[in-house]
């Protein structure tokens, strides 16, 4: 099985590739993402942080969703501020502002074309991963004083992931 890839692991800052078909492969990294996130009690993985540079996410808010080649249409203008943290970035939590809901286009595991509005928490998760497709991380999206206040964590993170 795959392992998580931590902060300074260049994979996680890349900008993920499009899936082009939906074959075996796909579905396996699917599976793997599962898999791993419920084994580390996540509630969304993205495929960069298992060193997938594709677009692929998963999240759980209730019911396993996969996310392939997601596009986030609209998002809306109102906000909320709520704590995330992130299975890359382990045991750092800060509070980020993200829209309230937003519209995705994706592929689910089955290959239909879906087109939803999510709100709330799951909105969160799913900016959160989508993220994760462009190479941003959460900690790009909090207040430059808890950026500077969590520094040191950060450094030992980066200093352990480039230990593996
Ligand atoms: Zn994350």
Same mark, same amino acid.
């Given at each position: ?44 993985? *993205? *495929?960069?942080?298992i ?6 996410? *998963? ?6 969703? *996969?996310?392939?080649? !997601? ?54 998760v ?17 207040? !430059? ?20």
């Amino acid at each position: 099985m795959r392992k998580i890839r931590l902060l300074g692991d260049p994979v996680l800052r890349r900008r993920s590739k499009e899936v082009e078909a939906l074959d075996e492969s796909v579905e396996s990294i699917v599976e793997e993402l599962f898999q791993i996130m419920y084994s580390e009690d996540g509630v969304g993985l *993205a *495929a960069p942080q298992i060193g997938v540079s594709l677009r692929i996410f *998963a999240i759980d808010d209730g019911k396993p969703m *996969a996310f392939v080649n !997601p596009k986030i249409l609209w998002r809306s203008e109102d906000t909320n501020i709520g704590e995330e943290g992130c299975l890359s970035i382990p045991d750092v939590f800060e509070d980020v502002e993200r829209s309230n809901s937003v519209v995705v286009e994706y592929l689910d595991f089955k290959g239909n074309v879906a087109k939803k509005q999510f709100s709330g928490y799951t909105a969160r998760v799913i900016q959160h991963e989508y993220d994760h497709l462009d190479g941003v991380l959460f900690i790009d999206r909090i207040a !430059p004083n808890r950026r500077i206040a969590i520094r040191e964590k950060l450094i030992s993170i980066i200093r352990e992931a480039n230990r593996k």
